[in-house]
């Protein structure tokens, strides 16, 4: 089993829309959790991120963490045309030197 | 405010040629310097980790090098190259032992033919 899997979509809904980009992780040690976009062509810039447990809320952006399911989501309200791009789900790994990252789910968002 | 640079922005080489990729790191001091891969459909794959000159650590075997002459300057390096290194490369780094907190430069777009 992969430590962090992603579903890639491509995932696509219309603007205004909530959107729920998900991972799953194997190692229930892990508690660091992150979220990256990342515009073609471009480095992955960091979202946000939860340690351990809970929901963590920036705007329109919202990430959540199930340790019990080794679960996490970004959910995103009134989705915008500027949203499309790859959203890449990241994990500390356990000695907290690296991330290991999924391979991303790409969004599109049409007007 | 911290800025991280990458060049060259995008590259073409034949197989067997040399590679020189350079990041730089502007605004911090002792950062922990990352290189990572991202080839389509497989994610980013970390290569090599820094945590300080000349202290390199590598993530996978295979036919690259990295090295840290100067506090903010990591390389990737090649003496030849594959097919298989095609991908786009991305310099990282993150301050003391906030590990969590990655900030990736533009990238550079490699092409080996």
């Known amino acids: 089993q992969k430590e962090v899997e992603q579903d890639p979509g491509p995932l696509s809904v219309p603007e205004g829309a909530i959107v729920s980009l998900n991972c799953t992780y194997s190692n229930s040690a892990f508690q660091y959790f992150m979220w990256y976009r990342q515009y073609s062509r471009k480095g992955p810039e960091l979202l946000m991120y939860?340690?351990?447990?809970g929901n963590k809320e920036d705007g329109r952006f919202t990430a959540q963490v199930d340790k019990s399911s080794k679960y996490i989501s970004l959910f995103i309200r009134d989705s915008q045309p500027s949203d499309s791009a790859t959203y890449l789900c990241a994990i500390l790994n356990q000695a907290g030197t690296a991330l290991i990252f999924g391979k991303g789910t790409t969004l599109s968002v049409s007007s | 405010s911290q800025t991280i640079h990458q060049w060259p922005a995008t590259l073409v080489q034949p197989v067997g040629s040399p590679l020189s990729l350079e990041c730089t790191v502007e605004?911090?001091?002792?950062?922990?310097l990352y290189w990572y891969r991202q080839a389509a459909g497989r994610g980013l794959q970390l290569l090599f980790y820094s945590v300080g000159i000349g202290q390199i650590s590598s993530e996978v075997p295979q036919n690259l090098s990295a090295s840290r002459p100067q506090d903010r300057q990591f390389i990737l390096s090649s003496k030849k190259l594959l097919l298989s290194d095609s991908g786009f490369y991305l310099c990282?780094?993150?301050?003391?032992?906030?590990?969590?907190?990655?900030?990736f430069g533009p990238g550079t777009r490699l092409t080996v033919l």
């Open positions: 990282a780094w993150t301050r003391g032992t906030a590990y969590n907190e990655q900030f």
């Open positions: 605004g911090t001091s002792n950062p922990n």
């Open positions: 939860t340690y351990s447990s």
